[in-house]
């Protein structure tokens, strides 16, 4: 079973938070003190450079992400439907239009993917995972991943995030998020109901496969979905309001 810790340290990062900025701006006293590079600063502390991701894990890559998806995360940690300290923190007293700018700015960053973490997954899990990513599972009425998320899994413009180029540990924490009702999405929230239909073995299986493949360079968000999504999800249409 999957378990989410929760951060109680409010004040820790407060902190931090604080003293990164004001070190920001005492190295550039005589800079402008509100440019879209300093209002990034605190995301790419943890994001890494242009949202690349770190190898940790638990940050995932947010450079390259179709804007409206990016938007639509920032929106839902100012009002509480996913919960991080840090993230709760810069987002709670931001505009839409502040979040639409900052979304559109790691959007817009066409950074390499590095190459996958070996896998330990056995041949059969992959096989599985495969299955479930590219073809779905009818019994269980589970659509493929890829009728939303795409043919080559990096997302579909304006809202659909990509599966690839992150790591199994923070789609698994995710998935088990969704699972147990930490993070949720608008309504209907069409991740919520298929991740609680599938077992915990679909759940290693699909990010394994998802962890374990490369990305070839040059390759984009596609920019429409060939076919409507096979289920209602409240979160592509709050994507449209995003640049």
């Known amino acids: 079973m999957i378990r989410i810790r929760r951060v109680s ?67 839902n940690f100012r009002e509480g439907r996913r919960n991080f300290p840090m993230m709760t ?20 960053q066409q950074a390499p993917y590095p190459p996958p973490m070996p896998t330990k997954a056995a041949p059969e899990v992959l096989s599985r995972g495969h299955q479930l990513v590219t073809r779905g599972d009818e019994t269980l009425d589970i659509p493929a991943c890829t009728s939303c998320h795409g043919k080559r899994l990096l997302g579909v413009k304006p809202a659909v995030p990509g599966l690839l180029g992150v790591s ?11 699972r147990s009702g930490v993070r949720a999405a608008a309504a ?39 076919q409507p999504p096979p289920l209602h999800c409240g979160s592509i249409e709050q994507g449209l309001r995003a640049p």
């Open 89 to 108: 923190y810069v987002t709670q007293y931001q505009t839409d239009d502040y979040l639409r700018e900052i979304a559109a700015w790691f959007g817009s």
């Open 188 to 226: 209907p929230d069409c991740m919520g109901q298929l991740v609680r239909r599938m077992r915990n073995e679909d759940l290693d299986a699909a990010t394994s496969w998802l962890a374990s493949q490369s990305v070839p360079e040059g390759q984009e968000p596609e920019e429409s979905l060939e």
């Open 9 to 75: 340290a409010w004040i820790p990062l407060t902190l931090v938070f604080m003293a990164f900025s004001a070190a920001s701006a005492a190295e550039t006293p005589d800079a402008e003190l509100d440019t879209l590079q300093q209002r990034v600063k605190p995301c790419t502390s943890c994001h890494g450079t242009e949202g690349r991701a770190t190898r940790e894990g638990y940050f995932p890559r947010i450079a390259g992400k179709p804007a409206g998806y990016l938007f639509n995360q920032l929106l």
């Open 168 to 178: 199994q540990d923070y789609l698994t924490a995710q998935l088990g998020a969704w």
